[in-house]
């Protein structure tokens, strides 16, 4: 077990550009594809991961500290300290069960392949650690380690079926034939479909409102790089700064808007090759079979809307913290939440209307998750010594991916009614969203305006 540990750690050292890139080279060559087609492929991949990757820190390190600021102006103190999804990372890596999880999602995903009960081969094994972190909050709180296995099966389950009903608008968005995204962030789109059934009853939400429709109505800042530059020109003022400082945000945010479109287009490069390879191969073993490849979320990256949600949300993010009763939380490392940006984006096809008013109205639910999970996170890095926690102290995240199920099993296991109704409901639900995404047009068919009736007529 300890030299399995060990060569599990070694690879997990390798970091995702490498790990998930010599994983898309195994799958190639098994594919068939020739060598050296394969490892081209491998290594464009790694290319695009490294490049979003350091655009997202980019971004995220421009926006933070101006976040914290526009905080700290406020004058409130809230004791959890948000150490977002790297310190979350970090400690849960740290538990001593953490690697079973390994054998698990593999062992699941193989079945559900053999049965025909998924087309997803998720390979994004960088993010098994966000089931390990689901089994010991389930266990933490419900006092039952087989609990907390049992919830993280359930989540491995659920994330294939979200790579199942999602990759037809993946590849609308991305262009990127044959891939999906397996995170769990996608779950966020659970608890928004019914506010979004209801937002198709409201006309203003029924226009096309991606950031492409959006050029013809406001032209020039409708552009990635003047979106960012105003954006981030407000933010810098909202937390004080100076006249130069705010112009240093705008052309930081700017940088990173006008970059990320042009990073995404490497991952179609790296992908294509492969989805064609796995097609031809799954068509001469499997008569009429697909297969989707499952990815983390940065695939979608270069989508603008993503980003302008994620930025236009954080002012809300940090007022909610500040006027929430019975919060404990001031977001900060994971104040750029993703999940509500992810999440918007799928399921509405990118409309940018929708996506803000989902993302302020769900919000207060990743504060409270967040100091939901505060003691759990807190008695994890205790017990592990990943993480030093001043005495008295405690640690959180502040955009927790998934909360709603998480915390809902939790509650269920521990035998609270209301756990087991939520539970249930939130199972009904996600239900309902696989039958809705599997016969929802792709992003580019909805919203079509009609044209407008010629005077006279």
């Known amino acids: 077990m300890e030299i399995f540990k060990e060569i599990i750690q070694y690879i997990l050292d390798l970091g995702s550009a490498v790990f998930v890139p010599l994983l898309i080279l195994i799958i190639g060559l098994i594919a068939r594809m020739k060598f050296k087609k394969a490892f081209l492929s491998a290594i464009t991949l790694s290319v695009a991961f490294t490049g979003m990757n350091m655009l997202i820190t980019f971004m995220s ?104 009903m999602f990759q037809r608008h993946i590849q609308d968005l991305t262009g990127i034939p044959g891939v999906t995204v397996t995170h769990l962030m996608n779950i966020s789109a659970v608890l928004m479909l019914p506010v979004n059934k209801l937002l198709d009853r409201i006309p203003f939400f029924n226009k096309k409102a991606d950031t492409t429709a959006l050029k013809a109505k406001i032209g020039i800042f409708s552009e990635n790089s003047v979106m960012g530059f105003i954006i981030g020109l407000a933010l810098g003022f909202g937390a004080m700064y100076s006249i130069s400082s705010s112009l240093n945000l705008a052309v930081k945010a700017a940088t990173a808007m006008a970059l990320f479109p042009m990073i995404s287009k490497l991952f179609m490069q790296a992908l294509s090759p492969l989805a064609d390879a796995m097609g031809d191969f799954m068509k001469a073993k499997f008569k009429d079979r697909e297969v989707y490849i499952g990815l983390d979320w940065p695939i979608l990256a270069g989508r603008s809307e993503i980003w302008v949600t994620a930025i236009l949300i954080v002012p809300v993010f940090i007022g909610f913290s500040l006027i929430l009763p019975g919060n404990t939380v001031l977001p900060f490392a994971g104040v750029i939440n993703y999940s509500i940006a992810v999440g918007g984006l799928l ?111």
């Open 61 to 164: 390190d421009a926006i933070g500290p101006a976040s914290q600021d526009m905080a700290k102006n406020t004058g409130v103190s809230l004791p959890a300290l948000d150490l977002g999804w790297t310190g979350a990372a970090s400690i849960t890596w740290s538990w001593a069960y953490a690697f079973v999880f390994f054998a698990i999602v593999l062992l699941v995903n193989f079945v559900m392949l053999l049965l025909n009960w998924t087309k997803t081969l998720n390979v994004d094994m960088w993010n098994v650690w966000g089931k390990a972190l689901t089994a010991y909050l389930v266990y933490y709180v419900s006092g039952s380690l087989i609990a907390g296995f049992i919830t993280a099966i359930v989540q491995v389950i659920l994330e294939l079926k979200l790579g199942d």
């Open 347 to 457: 399921l509405t096809g990118g409309n940018l209307y929708r996506m803000l008013t989902l993302g302020v109205i769900f919000t207060p639910l990743y504060l409270y998750s967040a100091t939901y999970l505060a003691p759990i996170l807190t008695d994890l890095a205790h017990k592990t010594g990943a993480v030093d926690v001043a005495k008295g102290g405690s640690i959180t995240w502040s955009s927790i991916e998934g909360p709603e199920f998480r915390i809902a099993f939790a509650e269920a296991f521990k035998g609270n009614i209301i756990g087991i109704i939520g539970a249930i409901v939130f199972l009904v639900m996600f239900y309902w969203l696989y039958k809705e995404m599997m016969k929802a047009k792709v992003p580019s068919e909805r919203y079509v305006e009609q044209p407008k009736k010629a005077k006279g007529v």
